[in-house]
């Protein structure tokens, strides 16, 4: 007797509604992004060689610009000695700087400097080229769409975490 075929991967019970199709398609492009292969190829067309987490942090200031440790620890959901602790390797590298801040100056606050902002444009265009692989075949109109689509929802992510809703993760 045959076996009932399997289940294609990323297919479940849920059946193929839009949000369940978007959710497997997200997660297969994060898994993607995430891999070593992909953090190798970004870091070899690059020329960056930050961790994950570093790069993560120096691309949050490139987005919010300055900002408290405390502020930035409970904005990314991380304590704040994780925080410091990335951050020594950001200015040691010069790539962020500590400021006093101009409204209190016994605060300081980390802002991004040009040195980093050129290393987020780097690491920027390397995932644009690798991405340009991957949607080869996909055409510009559904790109545009795609984008369009993914802007709003961090739109909505971005209003939600102001809002105190959260939503996730900071979507920077």
Request: glycine share 6%.
């Amino acid at each position: 007797m045959d076996a009932a075929p399997a289940t294609p991967s990323g297919h479940d019970e849920a059946g193929d509604s839009p949000l369940a199709r978007l959710e497997v398609a997200l997660s297969a492009l994060v898994r993607w992004s995430e891999s070593r292969h992909i953090r190798l190829q970004v870091t070899r067309r690059s020329g960056c060689e930050l961790s994950a987490s570093e790069l993560r942090l120096l691309e949050h200031f490139d987005a919010a610009g300055p900002m408290r440790v405390s502020d930035i620890a409970s904005c990314l959901h991380i304590d704040i000695s994780t925080v410091s602790l990335q951050l020594r390797a950001l200015r040691r590298d010069h790539l962020v700087e500590r400021l006093a801040d101009a409204q209190d100056r016994r605060v300081a606050v980390i802002i991004i400097t040009a040195k980093g902002r050129e290393v987020v444009r780097r690491v920027r265009l390397a995932r644009r080229e690798l991405l340009g692989e991957v949607f080869a075949q996909t055409g510009t109109v559904d790109l545009d769409q795609a984008a369009r689509v993914l802007l709003q929802v961090q739109t909505h992510m971005r209003q939600g975490v102001i809002d105190g809703a959260g939503g996730g993760s900071s979507p920077a």
